[in-house]
């Protein structure tokens, strides 16, 4: 029972922690309905020189994963209102 105990405990730590380590960036505090529509900013995406493998929303942002202009991967955050970047995340 005990050794179970220790096993949720730490599952749950576990669970927290990445939880808080996961959190994107807070984009935005504006609604939805004064964001660009996922096709417009799909669009200024492509304009910025990324290549797009996968577009979602993220909480209060969009978020992409692909390529950048140099073919470098990226994970990349935007403001949905503007289509400025708020944080990227560039690989080798």
Do not use: H
């Amino acid at each position: 029972m005990q050794k179970f105990l220790l096993s949720a405990a730490a599952f749950a730590f576990v669970a927290t922690a990445s939880g808080v380590a996961m959190a994107g960036p807070a984009c935005t505090k504006e609604p939805r309905d004064k964001w660009l529509s996922e096709e417009a900013m799909k669009t200024k995406v492509a304009e910025l020189g990324f290549k797009v493998k996968t577009f979602k929303i993220s909480g209060p942002c969009y978020e992409i994963y692909g390529w950048n202009k140099d073919g470098r991967k990226a994970e990349v955050y935007f403001n949905p209102t503007n289509g400025e970047i708020v944080k990227a995340e560039i690989g080798g």
